[in-house]
């Protein structure tokens, strides 16, 4: 039964009394890990959550490309700011004994998806460090048979996504991308492509200023939160993703969105070089 | 001469006791304000906690013992699924149509009442326990309750402890108590 009046009344009061409310996504399933891995390890769980953004519209996309055109730079439909995105997560020890997990957050933009783990940044250097993820990947003690909780707070997901945005489209070294807090940058400058060192070319040419600054109006926000689990016990990790939007673009249905409802994204693999 | 004066005393006093005993209570066009809390029942409450709530009324009394109104109530409440999320809140905006039946012993009134609308909840957090559905905000909505009202001194002027009961079925037939303290005004003389 409806009040068409009163479904009105309502919506009015609900935008009027708490514009931004969030929405919940949760993931189909747990992601379990820690387990022997059968050559001297455990087991490392790795999940993606693409978030369920609608269609953009033609007038939406005019908008934008008038916006690319003043600003001389690739406007993304979903910007920073469009969206505040945190992610909750338990984790619970499965196992009698006291363990170890971290947890790293990575993700995409429409454009690109970051992944350390494919992308070597001196492949001279057999003991270079790893390339870092965008947050996370902190030790967390988790006691015997039991939970903690915790937060990538929606400060941090914004921190990630310009680093993602700086290391995908400006080359910015992951290093100094992670290692620099950008949150409140109004711009960065991109570089030239990152040669990394070979064998026969130990000292590759220094990066230098290529096209012009990107500012804040067109940095990309991450539309996919990736998320790599890696307890040195028996463990599962339990998360949910809050989205405050801003701007109107989240689908209501969340991940139960019929397709042609969603934008299908499609980033392509960052990797060094490109 | 005695006598007459004892007949104009008895007139007089007849006067009076007259004025002190008219009706306490106005009836006509209404507004009421109330505030004071939801808590639902089992089972939703073990995935939402009491919270605040507030509510705005108004009608018409069409005779002494019956009047006819609409309301708009908003309440707030922390969300106690299984984490994550944890220290999540949400509000519940409740909005409809009523019917009071009620009868006035002296300065006390007590009522029953109940009435239909419409319930929007303002997030899916209660998704988690499937009392919500994915992008299924609103609820027909169904309550009914009972309560006390105390009119003051001024006749436009009561106050007022009502409890309801309201029940969500498009929310897996979530069920709460409201219990409100409430000031009415009414309009009317008569």
Same mark, same amino acid.
């Given at each position: 039964?409806?009040?068409?009046? *009163?479904?009105?009344?309502?919506?009015?009061?609900?935008?009027?009394?708490?514009?931004?409310?969030?929405?919940?996504?949760?993931?189909?399933?747990?992601?379990?890990?820690?387990?022997?891995?059968?050559?001297?390890?455990?087991?490392?769980?790795?999940?993606? &959550?693409?978030?369920?953004?609608?269609?953009?519209?033609?007038?939406?996309?005019?908008?934008?490309?008038?916006?690319?055109? %003043?600003?001389?730079?690739?406007? /993304?439909?979903?910007?920073?700011?469009?969206?505040?995105?945190?992610?909750?997560?338990?984790?619970?020890?499965?196992?009698?004994?006291?363990?170890?997990?971290?947890?790293?957050?990575?993700?995409?933009?429409?454009?690109?998806?970051?992944?350390?783990?494919?992308?070597? *940044?001196?492949?001279?250097?057999?003991?270079?460090? /790893?390339?870092?993820?965008?947050?996370?990947?902190? $030790?967390?003690?988790?006691?015997?048979?039991?939970?903690?909780?915790?937060?990538?707070?929606?400060?941090?997901?914004?921190?990630?996504?310009?680093?993602?945005?700086?290391?995908?489209?400006?080359?910015?070294? $992951? #290093?100094?991308?992670? &290692?620099?807090?950008? %949150?409140?940058?109004?711009?960065?400058?991109?570089?030239?492509?990152?040669?990394?060192?070979?064998?026969?070319?130990?000292?590759?040419?220094?990066?230098?200023?290529? !096209?012009?600054?990107?500012?804040?109006?067109?940095?990309?926000?991450?539309?996919?939160?990736?998320?790599?689990?890696? /307890?040195?016990?028996?463990?599962?990790?339990? =998360?949910?993703?809050?989205?405050?939007?801003?701007?109107?673009?989240?689908?209501?249905?969340?991940?139960?969105?019929?397709?042609?409802?969603?934008?299908?994204?499609?980033?392509? @693999?960052?990797?060094?070089?490109? | 001469?005695?006598?007459?004066?004892?007949?104009?005393?008895?007139?007089?006093?007849?006067?009076?006791?007259?004025?002190?005993?008219?009706?306490?209570?106005?009836?006509?066009?209404?507004?009421?304000?109330?505030?004071? @809390?939801?808590? #639902?029942?089992?089972?939703?409450?073990?995935?939402?906690?009491?919270?605040?709530?507030?509510?705005?009324?108004?009608?018409?009394?069409?005779?002494?013992?019956?009047?006819?109104?609409?309301?708009?109530?908003?309440?707030?409440?922390?969300?106690?699924?299984?984490? $994550?999320?944890?220290?999540?809140?949400?509000?519940? =905006?409740?909005?409809?149509?009523?019917?009071?039946?009620?009868?006035?012993?002296?300065?006390?009134?007590?009522?029953?009442?109940?009435?239909?609308?419409?319930?929007?909840?303002?997030?899916?957090?209660?998704?988690?326990?499937?009392?919500?559905? $994915?992008? %299924?905000?609103?609820? #027909?909505?169904?309550?009914? !309750?009972?309560?006390?009202? =105390?009119?003051?001194?001024?006749?436009?002027?009561?106050?007022?402890?009502?409890?309801?009961?309201?029940?969500?079925?498009?929310?897996?037939?979530?069920?709460?108590?409201?219990?409100?303290?409430?000031?009415?005004?009414?309009?009317?003389?008569?």
């Amino acid at each position: 039964m409806r009040f068409p009046a *009163l479904h009105a009344a309502l919506i009015v009061i609900g935008l009027g009394g708490c514009a931004n409310d969030p929405q919940y996504l949760q993931p189909p399933a747990d992601m379990e890990a820690g387990m022997d891995d059968g050559m001297g390890g455990t087991t490392v769980a790795k999940a993606q &959550l693409t978030l369920p953004i609608k269609p953009e519209t033609s007038a939406e996309m005019a908008a934008r490309m008038t916006l690319a055109n %003043k600003l001389g730079v690739m406007v /993304p439909y979903v910007k920073v700011g469009d969206i505040d995105t945190e992610v909750e997560w338990t984790i619970t020890n499965l196992d009698d004994s006291d363990g170890i997990a971290m947890i790293e957050l990575n993700g995409a933009n429409e454009w690109f998806r970051y992944d350390p783990s494919v992308i070597v *940044l001196d492949p001279t250097d057999d003991e270079a460090p /790893p390339t870092p993820g965008l947050q996370g990947d902190i $030790p967390l003690d988790v006691p015997a048979k039991g939970s903690i909780s915790g937060t990538f707070r929606e400060d941090q997901i914004l921190e990630a996504s310009i680093d993602l945005d700086q290391i995908t489209r400006g080359h910015v070294n $992951p #290093f100094a991308a992670v &290692l620099t807090v950008n %949150k409140n940058d109004q711009s960065f400058q991109p570089l030239s492509t990152y040669i990394p060192p070979t064998q026969t070319m130990p000292m590759p040419p220094m990066q230098t200023a290529d !096209g012009p600054a990107v500012p804040r109006e067109a940095f990309a926000e991450m539309i996919e939160i990736d998320l790599v689990f890696k /307890p040195d016990h028996h463990m599962t990790l339990d =998360y949910d993703i809050r989205v405050r939007d801003h701007r109107g673009i989240m689908n209501s249905m969340g991940l139960d969105a019929p397709a042609n409802q969603l934008t299908m994204f499609a980033p392509a @693999v960052y990797m060094v070089g490109m | 001469m005695i006598l007459r004066s004892g007949v104009l005393g008895i007139c007089a006093c007849a006067c009076i006791a007259s004025v002190a005993d008219a009706r306490p209570a106005s009836t006509g066009f209404f507004a009421e304000g109330g505030a004071g @809390v939801v808590d #639902f029942l089992p089972s939703a409450s073990n995935d939402a906690s009491i919270g605040p709530a507030f509510d705005i009324r108004v009608g018409r009394d069409l005779f002494s013992w019956l009047s006819l109104g609409g309301y708009i109530a908003a309440s707030s409440h922390e969300a106690t699924v299984p984490p $994550p999320p944890s220290g999540q809140w949400f509000q519940l =905006y409740r909005g409809g149509a009523d019917a009071r039946l009620g009868a006035l012993f002296d300065r006390v009134a007590a009522f029953v009442e109940g009435g239909v609308g419409e319930s929007m909840i303002s997030s899916n957090v209660l998704e988690k326990v499937m009392i919500t559905k $994915p992008g %299924k905000s609103f609820s #027909f909505t169904i309550h009914g !309750g009972a309560g006390f009202e =105390y009119q003051l001194e001024n006749r436009h002027y009561a106050v007022g402890l009502a409890v309801d009961a309201f029940i969500e079925p498009q929310f897996k037939s979530m069920k709460a108590l409201e219990t409100r303290l409430y000031l009415r005004y009414t309009y009317g003389g008569g």
